[in-house]
């Protein structure tokens, strides 16, 4: 904003604003500090897939193949989140499993010696009809996967 002074020559109009610093008041111009909380607010709007990413890595830190299923679905539903934010909230109820049944199976094998494997059954939704969802025999599965692998079958029908 500019006025003229009394010479007749335009001004800056300014506002004072305290320094962080020394404590000290200073100018700065109107312009400047209107644009500094723009610049702010642009900063503090995250995207769906950062929102879903944050809530996951928060209950399930070290589970990356269920955060990869996760963030591929959300990528595709971006859009749609954004014209009505009331289904990323339902999204986000779909990302935790309604169930998750852990066990373990001990054997003896040929030479005699015990053995214990671990199993799990993930169920999510069964809105749309019964649980969906096979058995896995293989040491390297994990509860990751198996989250991984039934989330991606909620979506399948």
């Known amino acids: ?6 010479r007749g020559t335009s001004k800056r109009r300014s506002r004072r604003t305290k320094d962080q610093k020394d404590g000290h008041a200073v100018s ?3 312009e400047e500090l209107v644009s500094l909380e723009i610049v702010s607010i642009e900063i503090s709007e995250i995207s769906y897939q950062e929102k879903i990413k944050n809530f996951i890595l928060k ?5 990356p193949e269920f955060l990869q299923a996760v963030l591929e679905m959300t990528g595709s539903l971006e859009t749609l989140f954004e014209s009505n934010p009331a289904y990323f909230e339902i999204f986000k109820i779909l990302c935790e499993p309604e169930r998750v049944i852990a066990f373990r199976v001990p054997w003896l094998d ?3 010696n015990l053995q214990i494997n671990r199993g799990w059954r993930v169920q999510f939704n ?6 969906k969802g096979g058995l896995r025999f293989h040491k390297s599965v994990n509860i990751s ?12 029908n």
Not at 59 to 63: K, L
Not at 145 to 156: H, N, R
């Open 1 to 6: 904003m500019k006025s003229k002074n009394s």
């Open 28 to 30: 700065a111009p109107v």
């Open 59 to 63: 209950r399930d830190p070290s589970q």
């Open 110 to 112: 040929d030479q005699n």
């Open 126 to 131: 069964q809105c749309l009809g019964p649980y």
């Open 145 to 156: 996967i198996l989250k991984f692998l039934g989330f991606e079958q909620t979506f399948k």
